[in-house]
């Protein structure tokens, strides 16, 4: 199972940026998916970006195409979500979550294909 630690929130001004990162251990990077979703309180649970650790595929939702990217660094076991031109309607908690290493992956879109979750990290942005 792979163990994940999210860091980076914090508030910001709309129109500004955050860099979002997310540390894996317990697997061997390159052998999983991590997606990035959030959630704000009283909405259900978004996708936001997502990549496959091994062939450094990405794939993003339509709310966030052309304002974040997902990217990863291999010798710190590392995820980034770089987060530009916030949005009031961004602020949430921020999760990262990894699929099972080595399994097949159907729906990368999907919270369901991803069985290990960070605790998240606060987003806020301000006006």
């Known amino acids: 199972q792979v163990l994940l630690v999210e860091s980076g929130g914090g508030s910001v001004q709309a129109g500004g940026s955050l860099r979002l990162s997310c540390t894996a251990s317990?697997?061997?990077?390159?052998?999983?998916?991590i997606g990035w979703f959030r959630q704000a309180p009283g909405k259900e649970r978004e996708g936001l970006a997502f990549i496959s650790t091994g062939s450094r595929s990405t794939w993003y939702t339509d709310s966030v195409k052309g304002r974040f990217t997902i990217s990863q660094d291999n010798a710190e076991n590392t995820v980034y979500l770089q987060m530009n031109n916030l949005k009031f309607e961004d602020t949430a908690v921020y999760y990262c979550?990894?699929?099972?290493?080595?399994?097949?992956?159907?729906?990368?879109?999907?919270?369901?294909?991803?069985?290990?979750w960070g605790r998240g990290t606060q987003v806020t942005v301000f006006s």
């Open positions: 979550a990894a699929n099972y290493p080595g399994s097949l992956m159907y729906d990368v879109f999907s919270s369901r294909s991803y069985k290990s």
């Open positions: 317990g697997a061997t990077f390159g052998t999983f998916y």
